[in-house]
């Protein structure tokens, strides 16, 4: 056993691969031990990896007895090294060599060479070991890979699944985004790395994307969002229609926030319109409720009717209704469709508010110049739940606001002072000016 570990380890198998009969898959098994027998520290794990590289050779050397049993080389062909001969094993005093007795040897043997193939298969990677993995566990931390993926570190579909209905069950009771992102993440993981594209995928994207617009996680969001529309374009059935309204809303959020009512958002809208005129409508509850109601209608049949296209889902309907609201800077038909938003619309619309309330507060001042504005009306109009809040906003905006009447001063006093100022001004320049034509007048009338 030295003799082999030496000879390996110097780079002499080349040479004994003849000898020992083994073919390119076992000697590289062979050097897998070895190596691990140099850097072990320890003289247990030494000994114990040491008595696995004895039984893989012993074995290696009695499949090759069985397949092709040929004659011992000549005396001069000899090997500088010898297997170890296998001793025929001793039966202690007292225990006759019954039928029993061996057949507990062979179960025996049977375990011990079943080990040796555990130990094989934890080293197999993810397209070797079948394209499923093997892991069982619940949790995993989430890493990137730099290497394949091994089956003993990848988890199947039946775990996956138990897995996020874990991460729904923690998330309802205790909402800790870190924790559940790095999860999903690892789920999305072991779906990617097993190609698996079916609707538990779609599932679990649209968990980690209604996740992640919750907490407003927008970049996340997008990221599920891309690899959710590729799978509905395949044909994989999930909410299609609500996640077209936020990829419309999405758009809008991404491009629109820097000019409110602008033309920066138009080249990104028409992307998303673009494809979304060509979908239809996946069957999911809302279509299959509207082909219901048409059977028992006893309408005409579906060749006769116009084909219905995603663009007419509720959903998609009233993000196109924000964008148009936004894009106008109609303050007031955007707080009512913020009222009746679906789903999860409202977390989109949240990024869309500010800009618009700053907008409108500026056109509020300056039409209702110079009479005060009350905090009732401006909290109705932009959608504040209080007139405190809508203070608070006012003032974070630089707007004079008179807490002792609840009204926004729409002039300031600087300003008054100002005009004042201005208007003295201009009546002595006013003054000064008849005087001096007053003045050439009398001139004149001398001279005369």
Request: net charge positive.
């Amino acid at each position: 056993l030295h003799a082999i570990i030496f000879n390996i380890s110097m780079g002499t198998k080349k040479k004994h691969d003849g000898l020992l009969g083994m073919d390119s898959k076992a000697i590289g098994k062979v050097d897998k031990i070895t190596k691990k027998i140099k850097k072990a520290k320890d003289p247990d794990t030494k000994q114990h990896l040491e008595g696995r590289l004895f039984r893989f050779l012993q074995l290696t050397a009695q499949k090759q007895e069985q397949e092709d049993p040929s004659p011992q080389p000549p005396a001069q062909q000899q090997p500088r090294f010898e297997l170890p001969q296998q001793q025929p094993q001793q039966v202690p005093v007292g225990i006759t060599s019954t039928a029993e007795e061996v057949a507990r040897r062979k179960l025996r043997a049977q375990r011990f060479a079943s080990n040796v193939d555990a130990e094989e298969r934890e080293d197999e990677d993810l397209q070797s070991g079948g394209g499923l993995g093997r892991c069982e566990a619940l949790d995993k931390e989430y890493r990137r890979l730099t290497s394949a993926p091994r089956a003993s570190e990848v988890r199947p579909p039946h775990i996956l699944e138990c897995s996020l209905k874990l991460v729904k069950a923690r998330w309802i009771q205790n909402p800790d985004y870190s924790a559940a992102c790095e999860q999903l993440k690892s789920i999305r993981q072991d779906l990617t790395v097993q190609h698996i594209r079916d609707s538990f995928t779609v599932s679990a994207y649209e968990t980690h994307a209604r996740i992640a617009l919750e907490v407003g996680d927008v970049p996340e969001f997008n990221s599920c969002h891309s690899v959710l529309r590729g799978l509905y374009q395949e044909g994989v059935q999930g909410s299609v229609g609500e996640f077209a309204a936020y990829g419309l809303l999405y758009a809008c959020v991404a491009c629109g926030l820097s000019s409110v009512g602008g033309a920066a958002p138009r080249h990104a809208l028409v992307t998303e319109l673009a494809s979304l005129a060509k979908q239809q409508p996946p069957q999911d509850q809302h279509t299959q409720q509207q082909q219901i109601k048409q059977k028992q209608r006893k309408q005409k049949p579906e060749s006769d009717q116009p084909v219905l296209l995603l663009l007419h889902h509720p959903n998609v309907q009233h993000a196109l209704a924000v964008v148009r609201a936004f894009r106008a800077c109609n303050w007031q038909r955007f707080v009512q469709l913020y009222e009746g938003a679906p789903a999860m619309t409202p977390y989109l619309m949240d990024k869309l508010l500010p800009p618009l309330r700053r907008q409108a507060l500026q056109a509020m001042l300056v039409g209702c110049r110079p009479t005060k504005l009350p905090l009732s009306s401006l909290a109705q109009a932009l959608g504040f739940e209080t007139e405190d809040d809508a203070a608070a906003f006012a003032a974070n905006e630089g707007a004079v606001v008179n807490f002792s009447d609840m009204v926004l001063e729409t002039v300031r006093k600087e300003e008054s002072k100002l005009q004042s100022k201005e208007q003295q001004q201009q009546q002595q320049q006013h003054r000064q000016a008849e005087k001096f034509a007053q003045g050439k007048k009398k001139g004149k009338k001398r001279k005369k």
